[in-house]
């Protein structure tokens, strides 16, 4: 990344930098950050990181390869795949999400909490579970 100035404005030129060809290994990517001052400070930026209207909650996983983010109109949850630096899926939701928490490693389960008095069990590809409503 190439920082300039003009007329005090910092402009940030993403593209200038060196990129990394993907079918490197870990291991030679990493060798390779040690040694070149340019690869070390490089960034990458996840596609479509972003939410159409307002997100509400962002988590990590506990593996660190994933981001969940929820958002409002449509409730949805989206996944994205920091390896890949990309959208792995979106799901709409039934209502909103207030919170949510990853049961497990990865993105496969989890629990979301809406603003109705039931929660929604969910592995976040499906509906898995959706209690019933006591009245």
Known sequence: MQVSSLNE????????????PEWLSDRKKRALQKKDVDVRRRIEL????EMPTVC?????????????????YKPRVRCYDTYQ?????????????????????????????????????????SLQHQPPEFK
Do not use: H, M
Request: proline share 3%; hydrophobic share 35%.
């Open 85 to 125: 630096l990309s959208l792995k899926f979106e799901r709409c939701l039934d209502s909103e999400v207030v919170t949510f928490e990853i049961l497990s490693d990865d993105y496969s389960k989890g629990l979301a909490l809406s603003p109705r008095p039931e929660g929604q069990w969910r592995n976040f590809s």
């Open 46 to 49: 996840i596609q479509d990181f």
């Open 56 to 72: 509400t909650t962002i988590k990590v996983s506990k593996d660190g390869q994933y981001i969940l983010a929820t958002g409002t």
């Open 9 to 20: 404005v910092k402009i940030y030129s993403l593209s200038c930098g060196k990129s990394l």
